[in-house]
């Protein structure tokens, strides 16, 4: 059974900072790239950064050098440190996982919410 189960979210005021984690099990975390979206109400889920399964990672331009992504290998875990936050990150955030190829496996956690306050 695949999980991946959220953390770290919360309130916090502009400027300020968070720290989200993904926790996975029931998959081979090395063979999976992951990354962290977001869903605001009323918008469309966008992806916010992408981590392959070598490393590699990539943003959105709306969080490029406030946001970074990584994963740590010997716990199964992904975390996305966000600074300097802002009113439009508000958002809930959700972990993905994808093997990137077929068939496709392709997995979401349940989401945590992050709320920016002015």
């Known amino acids: 059974q695949v999980e991946l189960v959220e953390s770290g979210g919360g309130l916090v005021q502009a400027g300020g900072s968070l720290r989200l984690s993904c926790a996975t099990s029931?998959?081979?975390?090395?063979?999976?790239?992951m990354a962290w979206y977001r869903q605001a109400p009323g918008k469309q889920r966008e992806l916010v950064a992408h981590?392959?399964?070598?490393?590699?990672?990539n943003y959105a331009d709306s969080v490029k050098g406030r946001f970074t992504i990584s994963r740590d290998y010997a716990k199964n875990t992904m975390s996305l440190q966000m600074n300097s936050l802002k009113l439009e990150d508000t958002a809930v955030y959700y972990c993905?996982?994808?093997?990137?190829?077929?068939?496709?496996?392709?997995?979401w956690g349940q989401g945590t919410q992050v709320t920016v306050s002015s």
């Open positions: 029931g998959i081979v975390f090395s063979d999976y790239a």
């Open positions: 993905n996982a994808n093997n990137g190829r077929f068939p496709n496996r392709n997995y």
């Open positions: 981590i392959t399964t070598g490393g590699s990672a």
